[in-house]
């Protein structure tokens, strides 16, 4: 069994920043691509940025220079670093990481999401 854990979201202003933690728990053989997505009301999920294991990123324009994402592989864990943000930036963020997990046939590779944080930023 493979666990994600977000934490980080909350409430703020307009031009404010928030830090988002999202670590990764159980069986787990190796961690590949690490990224955070979002959705708005009324909207389709999005995604925000991503990180390989090898460290090279992507991150969708509206963010670019803003945002920045990084990974802490010995703890499982990936950040995203959020400045200057702006209202059109409140949403549910999840983080996803794709994990290749031990099983009792030998190992599993999967897609496994966090639970979601509310950010919301006001003007």
């Known amino acids: 069994q493979v666990q994600l854990v977000e934490s980080g979201g909350g409430l703020v202003q307009a031009g404010g920043s928030l830090r988002l933690s999202c670590a990764a728990s159980?069986?787990?053989?190796?961690?590949?691509?690490m990224g955070w997505y979002r959705q708005a009301p009324g909207k389709q999920r999005e995604l925000v940025a991503d990180?390989?294991?090898?460290?090279?990123?992507n991150y969708a324009n509206s963010v670019k220079g803003r945002f920045t994402i990084s990974r802490d592989s010995a703890k499982n864990t990936v950040y995203l670093q959020m400045n200057s943000l702006k209202p059109e930036d409140t949403a549910v963020y999840y983080c996803n990481q794709r994990i290749v997990s031990y099983t009792l046939g030998g190992t599993s590779y999967n897609d496994y999401w966090g639970q979601g944080t509310q950010v919301t930023v006001s003007s």
């Open positions: 990180i390989t294991s090898g460290g090279n990123t």
């Open positions: 159980g069986s787990i053989f190796r961690i590949n691509a």
